[in-house]
């Protein structure tokens, strides 16, 4: 797993909070074998150097007055390289850090506890560089009576697949309430980490206009793998008149979703986007948002299948996921003895050509465009061909 951080505009009192929030998450996850440090300013900072060269490359903090600019991940592209980085010759034996990354991933308690670092880490550092406000979002769900509010999202005629029930995210028990709970701040830390500070949701309204500028305000729309609706949200933004339909395959997804969208004008249901169960021609607009790398690719196809049979002639098709093709998301395919318990099917994903899939399945005029040049964010567009 690797991770690249920006910090726009620092409050004047928190900079130094943010700095030390990020190098503490940076400590964890060096823990796993192929994590490189971030960029801290035009200084890289490497956590694992030892005193004194530690001091000697911290960034002066003086010298970043309230309102600099500090980048990293997307918009620098200067390959990095730890000393250690070299050409290995084959047969050569892992170093002591990653036979002990490789120990703690296969021995159920170390990894548990590995994991749950690499996640305490992230949500520390996130909420004092970025104001992600998890501990206050979890706090006030965890005082819910989830097992009931499962029990009634849940539909008995869905089989949750095998894929499905993988550890992700660094956790272990896979699409739970934890992951539930967590889903919201997750994303506004991950769009944060990879430089869209807005929310890597809120960037399709513009390519939805672009992409879509003949589809009707009363649009009926399926948003696949809906989450805890934010998604909808941003839909219900961008067309107010429109039936909004968000469907999930994790019970506590839907739950969650619609605790916290209640009163709002959209309807939750747990439903697989492989079998929606939806009528043929029924939507004017089926999006997809950030759900395509979390799947394998055979169960991606299925559910571009199904998009394409739930559309209207002439309905759209939109997807908004990462694009395997990034430098950044190419660097997460490196071997790492824990990156199957974070993001199991990234490898699947990444050897899908979404393009020739889409035109195979029947769809037409497929674009894809990333969000801007150095974006690791990419949107896909097609349409069902309209009757003659």
């Known amino acids: 797993m690797e991770l690249f951080f920006q910090i726009e505009a620092p409050r004047p009192d928190s900079f130094a909070q943010s700095n030390r929030s990020t190098k503490m998450m940076m400590r964890a996850l060096r823990f796993s074998s192929d994590c490189p440090p971030s960029t801290i300013g035009p200084t890289r900072?490497?956590?694992?150097?030892?005193?004194?060269?530690?001091?000697?490359?911290?960034?002066?903090?003086?010298?970043?007055?309230?309102?600099?600019?500090?980048?990293?991940?997307?918009?620098?592209?200067?390959p990095y390289k730890r000393p250690t980085d070299r050409a290995i010759p084959p047969g050569t034996p892992p170093d002591l850090r990653t036979r002990l990354a490789r120990l703690a991933a296969r021995n159920p308690?170390?990894?548990?506890?590995?994991?749950?670092?690499?996640?305490?880490?992230?949500?520390l550092g996130t909420t004092f560089a970025f104001g992600i406000p998890w501990y206050q979002?979890?706090?006030?769900?965890?005082?819910?009576n989830w097992k009931q509010l499962i029990r009634d999202a849940t539909d008995p005629n869905v089989k949750t697949p095998s894929w499905f029930k993988l550890p992700i995210h660094g956790i272990l028990g896979g699409n739970d309430l934890i992951q539930a709970?967590?889903?919201?701040?997750?994303?506004?830390?991950?769009?944060?980490?990879?430089?869209?500070?807005?929310?890597?949701?809120?960037?399709?309204?513009p390519h939805?206009?672009?992409?879509?500028?003949?589809?009707?305000?009363?649009?009926?729309?399926?948003?696949?793998?809906?989450?805890?609706?934010?998604?909808?949200?941003?839909l219900e933004a961008r067309?107010?008149?429109?039936?909004?339909?968000?469907?999930?395959l994790s019970p506590a997804m839907i739950a969650v979703g619609r605790l916290r969208n209640q009163g709002r004008p959209y309807t939750f249901h747990h439903r697989a986007g492989e079998d929606n169960r939806f009528s043929e021609a029924s939507f004017d607009l089926v999006h997809e948002s950030a759900v395509a790398h979390e799947a394998p690719r055979f169960a991606s196809i299925q559910r571009f299948s199904e998009a394409f049979r739930v559309l209207k002639p002439g309905g759209v098709f939109f997807l908004l996921d990462q694009d395997p093709e990034s430098p950044v998301i190419q660097r997460q395919l490196r071997p790492d003895p824990f990156g199957h318990f974070i993001e199991p099917h990234i490898r699947s994903y990444s050897r899908m050509d979404t393009v020739r899939e889409l035109e195979t399945i029947g769809f037409t005029s497929v674009k894809k465009e990333k969000i801007h040049p150095d974006s690791t964010i990419v949107v896909i567009v097609a349409r069902k061909p309209a009757q003659d």
């Open 181 to 205: 709970i967590e889903q919201a701040p997750a994303m506004s830390a991950m769009a944060s980490l990879f430089g869209h500070q807005s929310g890597v949701r809120d960037v399709r309204l």
């Open 45 to 78: 900072f490497d956590p694992g150097l030892r005193s004194p060269d530690r001091r000697a490359a911290r960034p002066n903090k003086r010298a970043l007055p309230n309102g600099i600019r500090c980048t990293g991940g997307t918009n620098d592209r200067t």
């Open 239 to 248: 067309y107010p008149g429109a039936r909004l339909s968000g469907i999930d």
């Open 109 to 123: 308690a170390l990894r548990s506890i590995v994991l749950d670092s690499i996640r305490h880490a992230l949500k």
């Open 137 to 144: 979002e979890i706090r006030e769900l965890k005082q819910e």
């Open 208 to 234: 939805l206009q672009a992409f879509c500028p003949d589809l009707p305000q009363s649009a009926h729309i399926l948003d696949v793998g809906c989450g805890t609706g934010d998604s909808l949200r941003a």
